[in-house]
């Protein structure tokens, strides 16, 4: 049978899965089948997930992250693009101020707006730093007229690490938005839900239990592709709240 990738899906990648499961195991007479206990146990975590989910959904300081790392997103965007718009400069010095710029930024690597909440803010700092204090940087900041550019990267960049910690405290103080301790739980249920449908299944000549395995197998590949196709187009990237997932550019 497929293994679901628990740790990579999304929190309502990972919300809608379970879901998806129980109603396939709901679909036969799980009572006769034995399996109501553990049906049971996973429902229970599955809601208080839900629950959870819903309420990250609907936080103010969630909406305000989203916000503030669009706008961190378009500074840095812009920044980037004034700098290479300079490496076509008529005047050769520019075109080596801009050159310089470039590659400073490309030594963090790319995609650099795809990296996790915690990634992008910790790539971000050090790049306005690298640009505050080194010398060639410097130049190229003046003599490009990216101060303005600079500027914005950084005031959107420390008040999205602001926002950040607001959210992180709100979770902990929180115990039910506690996502990371909830999917832990919920992925150990499913995990002995599914070795009880499997165990029976040899046992047992109810043809119920293959039903349910070969749909649950069905559904992972499906969920499992999403991460796959994810991957392949370098956005797995964890992006979750409160998760790193992880947990970890876009919102839940």
Known sequence: MTTPYVTRYRNGEYLQYMKDVLELV???????????????ALASIVSQIDSAFQQSLGSALTQGIIELDDRRDKAFMGFKS?????????DTAKQVHAQNALLAI???GKDITRKSYQEETAIVSSLVN??????ELITAVTELNLTDWLNELKI???AFASKYLERVGETAANPLANLVELRSQATI????????????QVLNTNAAYSIIIDEVDVLTKQY???VDNRTSSNTDSPIDLPIDD???GEAV
């Open 189 to 200: 249920a499913y995990r002995i839900l599914i070795s009880h449908i499997q165990a029976h």
């Open 156 to 158: 959107a960049n420390t």
């Open 130 to 135: 690298d640009f505050e204090s080194q010398p």
């Open 82 to 90: 004034v700098i290479n718009g300079f490496t076509y400069h008529f």
């Open 224 to 226: 499992n592709l999403v």
């Open 26 to 40: 709901n679909k036969q007479d799980v009572d006769t089948l034995l399996l109501t206990n553990q049906r049971n």
């Open 246 to 248: 992880g947990i970890t």
């Open 106 to 108: 490309d030594n963090y």
